[in-house]
């Protein structure tokens, strides 16, 4: 068989991984032969827990709205939105609740002024903008625009008013622009707790793209998150292999770069060579030992820390009494957030539905025993979860090292390692949501083709509004 004019490999089948395999094969077109290297299963962090038969979403749990990526990957699978079940919000302080979200829309508005004067108004108006700008990223893909570094994405979409976003917190933007502290202690810390597991010290981009999540509507897969990633490598025809990538080393052939994949299956160990590379799962020393061969200058070691996250998926009955309800029937709340309190052990709890959702479903009562997913930074121990549940028939833990501490971001990663060789998950570093991936995912696949192209006027253009505005 003739050799495939363009292999390349592609490292962790999560939505990274599945998302630019798609997207390369989208500009490729049929000359590029993918390999996708995955040790775990597909999916990544989507992932689900089974209780009584039923599967519920463990991690990675809704979209946004405005997730276009998203929203055409489930379009051209032939998948479903979930359908919605309704549930009331909280936010708790540990030994009361300091915001109740009601069934009426203008109760909860009078509510956040009585409380916060216009604050909300001016975190809304603040996201808004953030995120009418972010939306020009959609544009500049759609007529092929693409960036070589995180820096140069951001400065095209909002100037350096976006960069210096990732150098400085959310607190200290929202108090900059009239949203009071007392707002940023309750209502966005809550928020950032229950999102990235952080203090309202991550960086005022990330915050924002968590914030919106907040406040926009939300939807979910039919069935599971996770099934965009399984659909994705099955429209591509992808090649999944299940083994762990272990470092890649670099040799030439007739003059261009060639990468040798090493990897560990249960067969032992290989390698493969490609013409391109992309890595989707985070090159940080805390979460790999990947090791980078012949490569000169050697490509440098990725500074910062991942933040642990535990969720706890716990099947029982609550403990009204805790959040001052002693009588369980009364407990009108499906999730509670809660404030940067010390003693409180965790940072969110959730009243979950199972992944797929039928016609007749409806959400347990308060005093029935139900699904909740809790999310703390350290496992649970007996103890609290006597505090938070009467009694429970079982609960199910998964531990991992969730999004980036942002506090600890000095710079921003690179997209590209070499030639050929580019690195997706950096972009988590901006923020980190299923659709901040997938925009990252198209990015590196159109950076990819065009330098493979040498069509170097469709990278880091500036400008692009002006020239978006011109071509149509």
Known sequence: RPRPSLPAAVVGAGLGGSAVAYFLQQHF???????????AGVGGRLATVTVNKQQYESRGASIHALSLHMQDFVKILGLKHRREVAGKSAIFSGEHFVL????????????????????????????????????????????????????????????DAFVNMTQRSVAESLLEVGVTQRFVDDVIAAVLRSSYGQSVLVPAFAGAMSLAGAQGSTWAVEGGNKLVCSGLLKLTKAN?????????????????????????????QGSAFYDMVIVTTPLHPSRSNFTFENFEPPIADFPGAFQPSVTSVVHGYLNSSYFGFPDPKLFPFASILTTDTPDLFFNAMDNICPVNISAAFRRKQPQEAAVWRVLSQQPLDKQQLKTLFRSYYSVQVTEWQAYPRYDAAKSLPPIVLHE???YLSGAEWVASSMEMIAVAAK????LAYNRWHQDLEKIDQKDLMHKVKTEL
């Open 29 to 39: 077109g049929p000359q590029v032969q993918l390999d996708v290297y995955e040790p």
């Open 240 to 268: 999944v292999i299940p083994a762990r990538v272990t470092g890649v080393s670099l040799h030439s052939s007739e003059g261009r770069a060639l990468y040798q994949v090493h990897y560990e299956g249960s067969d032992g």
């Open 100 to 159: 109740e979200e009601t069934d009426w829309y203008l109760l909860n508005l009078f509510r956040l002024w009585w409380h916060y004067g216009i604050s909300f108004l001016r975190l809304q108006m603040w996201v808004e903008e953030v995120m009418e700008k972010f939306m020009r990223i959609y544009k500049y893909q759609a007529h092929g625009y693409a960036f070589s570094s995180l820096e140069e994405l951001l400065r095209s979409l909002g100037g």
């Open 443 to 446: 990015n590196v696949a159109l």
């Open 420 to 422: 050929n060789l580019f």
